[in-house]
C-alpha cells in the first residue's frame, strides 16, 4: 500500500512539475512612471529575429490598454525590451542502450524577456520587469504563435499591473 502511495504522489509531482513549465511568469522590480508620461516608444535589444515582432507588438497592446500611446520615436518613455537566455540543458551523458534516431537532444532553458522604461525628459528607470518561462524542447519541435501570443499578451499585462492606468485625454 505505501508503494501505491508513494507511486501516486511521484506521478502528481511530476505531472505538477511539467504545467509549472507551461505558463508564462511575471516580475516586477522597480515601479512607475510620472503621471505626466502618456507617449512610449519601444526598441528591441538581442531579441531573436522571430520573436521580435511578436514581442514588441503584444508589448505594446499590453501598454496602450493602460491608456498609453505608442510612437514611433520620441515618446515620454522610452521601452526596451531585451532578451536573455539561461541554459537548464541536462548535460548527463547518455547509456550504451539509448535508442536514439538523431544525435540531437533534448534542449531545457530559461527565456526571459526583461523589461526596461526610461523616461526620456529625467533618464531616469521608472520600470523595470520581466516575464520569463521555462521551455523544454526536443527535436522537430517549433513555437506556436498562437498559444504563444496568447500567453505573452497575458504575462505583459500582469506584469505591467502595477502602473496605474491613465485616464483618456480630454477632447
Do not use: W
Not at 115 to 131: A, P, Q
Amino acid at each position: 500500500m505505501k508503494s501505491v502511495t508513494l507511486t501516486v504522489f511521484l506521478f502528481g509531482l511530476i505531472a505538477l512539475a511539467g504545467c509549472a513549465s507551461n505558463s508564462v511568469v511575471s516580475h516586477m522590480d522597480t515601479c512607475c512612471p510620472g503621471s505626466d508620461t502618456r507617449t512610449f516608444s519601444v526598441s528591441a535589444d538581442g531579441i531573436p529575429a522571430f520573436l521580435g515582432p511578436i514581442m514588441v507588438s503584444n508589448f505594446s497592446v499590453a501598454l496602450a490598454s493602460r491608456g498609453f500611446q505608442p510612437v514611433d520615436d520620441g515618446g515620454d518613455l522610452l521601452v526596451t525590451l531585451r532578451y536573455e537566455q539561461e541554459d537548464l540543458t541536462d548535460d548527463r551523458t547518455r547509456s550504451n542502450f539509448d535508442e536514439r534516431i538523431s544525435p540531437g537532444g533534448d534542449v531545457r532553458f530559461v527565456a526571459r524577456m526583461v523589461i526596461e522604461m526610461v523616461d526620456t525628459s529625467t533618464g531616469k528607470l521608472v520600470f523595470r520587469g520581466n516575464i520569463h518561462r521555462v521551455h523544454d524542447v526536443s527535436p522537430g519541435e517549433f513555437m506556436h504563435v498562437g498559444r504563444a501570443s496568447m500567453a505573452l499578451l497575458e504575462a505583459f499585462d500582469k506584469a505591467l499591473a502595477p502602473i496605474p492606468a491613465l485616464a483618456p485625454p480630454e477632447i
